[in-house]
């Protein structure tokens, strides 16, 4: 499921085919999640910013948290030049001072000619990080084999009403939150809930309800692939990665919307990367009206800035629009959280380590 070997052929393919003299003459690696997320990077930033620019792009995946960051960044050595990272991770890394500081008076301007700073939607910018797009959890099934699926995030816990295995990302976070809207807690309350040692043991007891059905996985990748192969009948999953298996591969998927945890992915900077001036570069070059909305065409990832909205259309290659396939979409919103960066920040450390006692027992 990996791409990074493709990827970084691709990238340098291109870098070649522009018969460029420069084409070694900078390199840059971009890291992000793999599967069809990075695929839509590659289409929307790394084939036009290599063609524009002749940079060589290596493309590597991981799969989240700031350990690999940090690690690089105390040793003196970052391999790592830009990192796409979720938000509360850009928070915790910017606070241990893991990453370069941005100026956003040097990012483009909208489209419309708004500066970036108003451009971008709320909450978006932040001093060490820089939104590229609003992406969710959300829960999904294959209707082929299950017709009359589950509507409710309680469906998804409920084991007897709908049997079978269920796919859960391997961590603490959104399981929790996804749990207590299953044990009734409504979308606005679940982090004051979340936010005592009362509601942290709901969360628990909760998942302890379905602990013996869960396929635990931890690469974007896996839940399409685990819902095709029939290794679970039920799946938490990134939006877009459902999405995409249903418009690029024709799967027979439905995305349940109830509940899902909304979120933001950012571009960050290591602090000492190597080629922090071309990381930059295409930081402000991806992030501009038109990459992001050429992205919105390959995956069903809300763009960042206001401006890329109206260029948003169909899917690439076949006749679906996009606008509704969006976690912003507002019949999407009617049960939904924002995942609470400032919350997972602040105690993302004991609740997984609390979280992986609870898997061990």
């Known amino acids: 499921m990996k791409l990074t070997k493709l990827l970084a052929g691709t990238a340098i ?3 070649l085919a522009s018969g460029s003299t420069a084409a070694f003459a900078k390199d840059l690696t971009v890291v992000s999640w793999g599967g069809a997320y990075t695929k839509s990077q590659v289409e929307a930033y790394h084939k036009p910013f290599i063609e524009k620019t002749g940079t060589n792009i290596k493309s590597e995946d991981y799969n989240g948290g700031i350990a690999e960051i940090k690690a690089q960044v105390e ?5 790592w030049d830009i990192v796409d990272v979720e938000l509360s991770d850009a928070i915790r890394a910017c606070d241990e001072g893991l990453l370069e500081t941005i100026d956003h008076s040097t990012l483009p301007a909208g489209a419309n000619g708004k500066p970036a700073t108003e451009d971008f939607l709320p909450g978006t910018l932040y001093d060490c990080a820089v939104a590229n797009i609003v992406w969710s959890t959300i829960f999904a099934y294959d209707k082929s084999k299950t017709p009359d699926g589950p509507k409710t995030m309680a ?13 859960l990302r391997k961590g603490a976070k959104v399981n929790l939150e996804f749990a207590l809207m299953a044990d009734g807690v409504p979308a606005k309350d679940v982090y004051s809930v979340l936010a005592t040692p009362e509601g942290v043991d709901r969360a628990f007891a909760k998942l302890d309800t379905i602990k013996s059905d869960v396929v635990w996985w931890e690469a974007g990748a896996q839940p399409p692939q685990m819902l095709a192969d029939g290794e679970v009948t039920y799946t938490t999953a990134y939006n877009g990665r459902i999405f995409n298996a249903v418009a690029g591969e024709g799967k027979p998927f439905e995305i349940v919307w109830d509940g899902q945890v909304w979120d933001l992915d950012l ?4 602090k000492g990367a190597k080629n922090k001036d071309t990381a930059l570069d295409f930081l402000k070059f991806s992030t501009s009206t038109e990459q992001l909305a050429a992205q919105a065409s390959y995956i069903s990832y809300g763009p960042a800035r206001a401006s890329s909205s109206p260029l948003v259309g169909k899917f690439h290659d076949k006749d679906i629009d996009m606008g509704p396939q969006m976690p912003t979409n507002p019949a999407n919103l009617t049960n939904a959280v924002q995942n609470n960066f400032e919350f997972w920040a602040d105690n993302a450390d004991q609740l997984n380590e609390r979280f992986n006692a609870w898997l061990a027992k």
């Open 155 to 167: 469906d998804f816990f409920d084991t007897k009403k709908f049997p079978g295995k269920r796919g």
């Open 75 to 79: 040793a003196g050595n970052v391999t």
């Open 13 to 15: 393919s291109l870098a």
């Open 267 to 270: 571009w960050v900077i290591p």
